[in-house]
């Protein structure tokens, strides 16, 4: 059974950093492409970011782009959301996903 676990999330002042963790089970994050997707009361789905199996491609939502930074350990079999510069427009419920497994979301909530 496919596992995706988020953690990291929690409360941020504007221009602060978090690093959200995405732990896997179930499955070689190794073999998958992965992503990070956001949900913000009011507002619709957004994908945030994701990364190709091969780590050879990088996509950021041009929201977060310069701020936000997706990798991977393999060894770790996790893969994480570097959030720097956050915003209070950044507040929201952060999922990781590969083709066919959402993880239960982490809750992000920038304000001073």
């Known amino acids: 059974q496919v596992q995706l676990v988020e953690s990291g999330g929690g409360l941020v002042q504007p221009g602060g950093s978090l690093r959200l963790s995405c732990a896997a089970s179930?499955?070689?994050?190794?073999?998958?492409?992965i992503g990070w997707i956001r949900q913000a009361p009011g507002k619709e789905r957004e994908e945030v970011s994701c990364l190709t199996s091969s780590d050879s491609d990088r996509y950021y939502a041009d929201s977060v782009k310069g701020r936000f930074t997706i990798s991977r350990d393999n060894a770790k079999n996790t893969v994480y959301l570097q959030m720097s510069s956050l915003k209070p427009e950044d507040t929201a419920v952060y999922y990781c996903?590969?083709?066919?497994?959402w993880g239960q979301g982490t809750q992000v909530t920038v304000s001073s």
């Open positions: 179930g499955l070689t994050l190794a073999h998958y492409a």
């Open positions: 996903t590969t083709p066919g497994s």
